[in-house]
């Protein structure tokens, strides 16, 4: 069973968000949050698999609550997914370099936001790849930390050419294919590059991959 807190301060978001998890067989809603402090602590309390987070809450925004729930040791296994009104909102990519796992735009349709949660779940972090990597193009120039090249120096040739991959959007599959190797060997290399390089998920990964210049805008593969 898949377990989802909800935060967001909108009480008609989370009752429409809650109707429709509840509702699958694999999904259940542990609880529900109306700002950014509320959410921090249900997520102590109840160490949910993934929290739809909204990013603009009263008391503690959504950008912070991420923050400190991704640089928590002890809530390691929490993903994160943000809720935005707008697609390229900065914010969003602020919080993919904080640890996030992924975005969805409110108004997305039913099926996009249950197919998101298992993915999340199922360890593939970015979520809408096509607007996402648009979004992390957009805003990766103007990173106060920029990743210097260095700190690719721990890849291997073959790790660096999969984080390249990732950073355009391909997936472990299209990666094997484009390699030719088996889909655990492009697995295995993309899990060695997030190690090496701290990465929490594929999704800081991408945002890496942009920042230290292995994947310049408009390479989208």
């Not at 807190?5 to 542990?30: H, K, W, Y």
């Not at 008391?59 to 994160?80: H, M, N, Q, S, Y």
Request: glycine share 6%.
């Amino acid at each position: 069973m898949i377990r989802v807190l909800l935060a967001d301060d909108q009480v008609l978001v989370r009752a429409g968000f809650r109707a429709l998890l509840d509702a699958q067989p694999d999904i259940e809603v542990t609880g529900e949050a109306a700002d950014g402090e509320q959410a921090l602590e249900l997520v102590r309390q109840l160490c949910p698999d993934v929290v739809l987070m909204d990013i603009r809450m009263p008391e503690l925004d959504g950008l912070a609550a991420t923050r400190r729930i991704t640089d928590d040791p002890d809530l390691d296994a929490v993903k994160v997914v943000m809720l935005t009104t707008f697609e390229l909102d900065e914010y969003v990519f602020e919080a993919l370099r904080s640890g996030a796992s992924g975005f969805l735009v409110k108004d997305t349709e039913p099926d996009e936001l249950l197919r998101a949660v298992r993915a999340v779940v199922g360890g593939d972090a970015l979520l809408s790849p096509g607007v996402t990597r648009r979004l992390i193009a957009e805003f990766a120039s103007r990173s106060k930390e920029p990743v210097t090249a260095a700190s690719l120096s721990e890849l291997t040739e073959r790790e660096r050419e999969v984080m390249t991959l990732v950073g355009i959007g391909l997936s472990n599959e299209e990666i094997a294919r484009r390699l030719v190797v088996s889909p655990l060997t492009a697995k295995t290399h993309v899990s060695r590059a997030m190690v090496k390089l701290g990465a929490r998920d594929r999704a800081q990964l991408v945002v890496l991959a942009y920042e230290s210049g292995l994947v310049r805008p408009g390479w989208l593969g």
